[in-house]
């Protein structure tokens, strides 16, 4: 079974409008973070927003939010104020037993959903 | 935030050569790298993962023979891919885990690998 799982293979948004991109992920892990990742055509993953299991808060970073719902497995993405630059790829990614250790471990990516951001 | 380079950026080779794709943490120490392998509008695909000072952990389906990993220092990985056919082109990423205490993953800007 997937671990991760975007069902989005392509979106479109309209600029300054805000979209959600889905993700639901599957573990029996009691500790574990999420994250998500932009991918622009040069290639390079850039870091924008993680949530850890026990966060009790959704996590934001500026016009990023996670969008967390432990109980469905659901870590959706939202992005507000779309800009013509936010046109990427987007992945969503696992790592389980988020905590302690040595190493946190490897991270488990989704599909991934293209977004097109129309001026 | 901290900074992970590969070199080199794109690679052409001969089908039958081999090609070593370096993966460097420039300002931190990483005792656990990561390569990733990636085909055009897919998703990252982990080959194996790389300590510091031991052999590398693969998963299923990757041949260890073909891609080997070295990790000499806290600071340097190395992917050599043996022996190169035309299927072993793709877009390599490595990503290096910072021992800070959010224990993130910085990845590198990737090498673009074409065996013809």
């Known amino acids: 079974a997937q671990k991760i799982t975007q069902t989005q293979p392509g979106m479109f948004v309209q600029e300054k409008e805000a979209v959600t991109l889905d993700c639901t992920y599957d573990?029996?892990?009691?500790?574990?973070?999420l994250f998500w990742y932009k991918q622009p055509s040069s290639g390079e993953m850039i870091f924008l927003i993680y949530q850890g299991s026990y966060d009790e808060q959704n996590a934001t970073e500026g016009r990023y939010s996670l969008n967390f719902q432990k109980a469905r497995k659901s870590a959706n993405l939202v992005i507000s104020a779309s800009q013509l630059g936010d046109s990427a790829m987007y992945f969503c990614a696992m790592r389980e037993g988020d905590a302690g250790g040595t190493s946190y471990g490897k991270l488990t990516f989704g599909q991934g959903t293209i977004l097109t951001v129309h001026p | 935030g901290a900074v992970v380079s590969q070199h080199p950026s794109r690679v052409i080779c001969k089908s039958g050569t081999s090609v070593k794709i370096e993966c460097r943490s420039l300002?931190?120490?990483?005792?656990?790298m990561f390569w990733y392998r990636q085909f055009p509008k897919k998703s990252l695909m982990l080959m194996a993962t790389s300590n510091e000072g031991s052999k590398a952990t693969y998963e299923q389906g990757v041949e260890k023979d073909k891609f080997l990993i070295n990790h000499a220092s806290l600071t340097l990985s190395t992917l050599t891919v043996t022996s190169a056919h035309p299927e072993d082109s793709s877009f390599y990423i490595c990503s290096a885990e910072s021992s800070g205490a959010s224990y993130e993953q910085y990845f590198g800007p990737g090498t673009r690998l074409t065996v013809t």
């Open positions: 573990t029996s892990d009691q500790s574990y973070g």
């Open positions: 300002d931190f120490q990483a005792t656990t």
